[in-house]
């Protein structure tokens, strides 16, 4: 050893240490901070307290001064000893040691980066293999342990120096010995830590399976039952305390914190990624654990939770709603201990309309109600659109009933009035939380808190269906042919211009769901407009506007200018309307109805007219377009230019101009009458009978037939052609003008020429009266060359009245006339069913303003007719539908062949258990239960009809017997099996 190096060994020993003892991490954290690490936490000021305490940047400013103390004194020691790379370990052990003595801390950085300076080969493959094992072990004390080991292992290997590695060793086990003198800042609670590194201190301590359920969480990884009491958690909601698994997941870290007792127990439930989905409920598919208290119980049950995702029923279930397979995660919470509980429906899944919340409770845990096993409680609660805040206030409302509201409950039990009140509200807040999406939810009463167990969409009252809009632009009840022939027209107008406007963002959208018809009413789809609106980037109350008038905000500037490409390309073809329709309106429009007008039709075959009605569709399919356009047009200019109603005039709109003509009829008729002859006028015949008694009446009678030809094309529904036109049925004319002649309307005022911005609101006023007289004479058109139709078939005994045809689809009258569809009395009975619903739908004395969900199946089927009726059974209306068909009566589950034809089960209870024959069966009938049981949800989801609480229906009933269950009213009908021909079994859907 020369005399320089043994100056530098007493620099290596002096100054080593040294470094290590100055506290820069702690100087540095302080100063950007104020964080003394000395005094919080564990006292350590090492580079996880720096991170801990003062959040990223000050953990990288430690991260780099620590780095810089282990580089320098390796360079140091390789400057003194050149040849000899044990002297940089021995500076790396002073280094450390005075680390520990001075500034409280480990070394770890030091080393870490030390060794990189020393060897970066060893460093890289002892930071890879120990971080392999780190990743896949999720321990943190095994992970440091694997690295102590083989950083003299790998130096081993790679240099075979006795010295080096003993060196090595040492530093090592000084390394190890230290960690387990200090405290580990790792250990603290990452939720007292800073936000920004909450993150990372989970990953290295080697939790990151424990995720706790207090904030939102993704969907894809840990499944929607997971994401959503995560989300419901950071709302604010009471969501009882819990973490969640991940699929795959060790449990170990969680089994280690986890302490159930019989005081707390812990319940473990299933999170999978097609649960709880918009879509998909797999109510009860997978299995859940109640009352674990003790750590075995707890292991067994998140493994056999984990296992059930591959149970024959859970992968059943999945092929017959066509999900894929992805993954399922573990919820392990803290049980309630229920004083009362049940399950809470925002809306009426039967009814899928009205005010009620629909709740069933006992007392106890809500296993037992959700389970299917017993029948609960069943309570209403009316919760009126105004006792909610709107959606736009509804974040910062709170969940809790306000004592100064009441709400009427309906239902008698054990539960009380005050909680169900206050469940009802908290179902009907999440409701509006979720944007006005139906939600079905588990809660818990302990005696002190209301706690919120699950919240899910109800995916059987998806699409939100809204009369705004639909009962101005198709009033009144309507019959099948009008539905068949409006509802694509329209909806394939919106769709090209919502298409127009979104692009590419309109991918997916399904236009042809844009209407209903819920109890002959038109509805429009508020859901799928609420997409709409989402992809066009306007707020989030856009979807309150269709469903509750709420006012409508401003959209934001971003969305705006997104839209503008869409919205620019929209104003172009606005610009070219009215030339575009003159000359489609010259070359073809007025040709072909001049042409229609011109052929007698009384002389056309069935064929013939036809072809005649779809010439006119077709005709219809590019008229629709400007009679959506234009209105649209010609609002968005008078909000634009802000012109005044009165300043324009209307007088090409044809219903506008009728008036006027016949109030200058009946100004004639004052003229030309007595008064005596006036004063006897009283209505429609009283005046028919005054002209045709009067001397000069026969003119005005040729006065009233020439205004017929004129606007005998018009009805008091436009857009409904099963109602007779003023033509056929003049008797509404009649009392207008006999009205008008009694007491005459105010002479109209003169309007002048419109000028500047109101001759362009005009153009467009004009246009849109010039496309809705085009559109009603197409519309009359087709409504007599379908009567033409009717009549013959009335002539050869296939119809009693031509009206009738109203009641098939423009489809079936098409498969009649060219001969595919040819059982007549199968027709008729067709029509006849239709009829008596349509009859029934009339006299609805109110017409919900909100629908939720599609229309249960079976409506529109004619339902064993002449079957006698031997035995009516009751019970709770589950599912909506009716079907009939034969009993398959099972007191446990048995295996049905494939091969064996349809069936209506019935069962002693439904638990998930039954899943995969309710997946076959057509009926369910249960002894016990309610609608909003396990059984029950999934009946819904399958579509077919189920009727819970028959009491003892498995003794009652016996298989191969033939029945008619109604899923909305709760009723079983037994049948004689009529003869000669068997009774089959159908079920319609809309």
Known sequence: MTLTQVWGALLIFVLAPV?????????????????????????????????????????????????????GVVLLARYYFPADPVW???????????????????????????IAAYDWPTAVLTFFLSGLGFTIFRERRQGRLLSLVLLPLITAL???????????????????????????????????????????????????????????????????????????????????RGYVLPAGDDPTSLLEIASPSEAQPLAVRSSAQDEDTGSASAAGIYQSFLNITDQAGLAAAIVRVFSSYNSQRALAYRQSQGLPERGLAVIVQQQVQGQFSGVAFSRDPIARCGDAVVIEALPGGAEQVVGGQVTPEQYRVLVQPDDVPPLAEIATAAWQLSEALTLTVEGDGQVPSRLLQQVAYLARHLESRYQGIPQDIEWSFDGETLWLLQSRPITTLQPLWTRKIAAEVIPGTIRPLTWSINRPLTCGVWGEIFTVVLGDRARGLDFEETATLHHAHAYFNATLLGDIFRRMGLPAESLEFLTRGAKFSRPPLGSTLRNLPGLMRLVRRELKLEKQFAQENQDRFAPVLQSLTATPRESLSPTELMARVETILDLLKQVTYYNILGPLSFALRRALFKVPEESLDAMQNAEISALDDLRAIAQDI???????????????????????????????????????????????????IAVATWRESPGPVRELLAQFVRQPPPPKTTTATPTGKAARVQSR????????????????????????????????????????????????????????????????????????????????????????????????????????????????????????????????????????????????????????LLARAQGLIAEVGGRLSHGAIIAREYGIPAVMDVTNATQRLHSGQWVRVNGETGTVEVLERPSPQPLALEQGRE
């Not at 720096?50 to 990223?56: D, N, R, S, T, V």
């Not at 006028?681 to 009233?704: N, Q």
């Open 19 to 71: 470094v290590g003892g100055l506290p820069l991490t702690g100087w540095s954290t302080r100063l950007l901070t104020g964080q003394r690490l000395s005094r919080v936490g564990t006292g350590n000021v090492g580079v996880s307290a720096a991170f801990y305490h003062g959040g990223k940047v000050a953990g990288i400013v430690a991260v780099l001064l620590e780095a810089a103390k282990g580089i």
């Open 88 to 114: 940089e370990i021995i500076a790396l052990i002073g280094l450390v040691m005075g680390r520990y003595w001075f500034a409280k801390g480990a070394g770890t950085t030091n080393v870490a980066w030390g």
């Open 158 to 240: 790679r240099h075979q120096d006795g010295a080096l590695v003993l060196a090595i060793t040492c530093l090592s086990i000084l390394i190890a010995w230290i960690y387990q003198k200090l405290p580990d800042d790792l250990d603290l609670p990452d939720d007292e830590g800073r936000l920004e590194s909450r993150t990372m201190f989970r990953f290295f301590r080697g939790d990151r399976a424990l995720v706790a359920l207090d904030a939102p969480l993704d969907a894809a990884k840990f499944g929607n039952k997971a994401a959503t009491l995560g989300q419901l958690s950071a709302w604010g909601y009471p969501v009882p």
């Open 670 to 720: 004052r003229q030309v009458l007595s008064t005596p002859e006036l004063e006897r006028i009283s209505d429609g015949p009283s005046l028919m009978t005054a002209l045709a008694e009067s001397t000069d009446g026969e003119a005005l009678l040729k006065e009233m037939n020439r205004f017929l030809d004129q606007y005998g094309y018009l009805s008091p529904v436009g857009t409904d």
């Open 765 to 916: 006023l004009n246009l849109k009266g010039q496309v809705n007289t085009l559109y009603n004479q197409l519309l009359a058109e087709l409504r007599w060359s379908i009567l033409a139709i009717a009549a013959q078939w009335q002539t050869e005994g296939y119809l009693i009245d031509q009206a009738d045809v109203f009641f098939l689809t423009l489809e079936e009258i098409q498969a009649l006339v060219a001969g595919g569809e040819t059982d007549w009395r199968r027709v008729q009975r067709r029509m006849g069913d239709r009829k008596t619903q349509y009859d029934q739908d009339r006299q609805m004395p109110v017409v919900p303003y909100l629908v939720f969900g599609n229309e249960p199946p079976s409506r529109d089927v004619a339902l064993a007719p002449g079957a006698t009726v031997q035995q009516k059974l009751t019970g709770i209306g589950a599912s909506a539908g009716v079907v009939t068909g034969q009993l398959r009566v099972m007191t446990q589950m048995e295996n049905v062949a494939a091969t064996e034809g349809p069936f209506i089960l019935v069962v002693p209870y439904t638990d998930a258990g039954w899943a995969p």
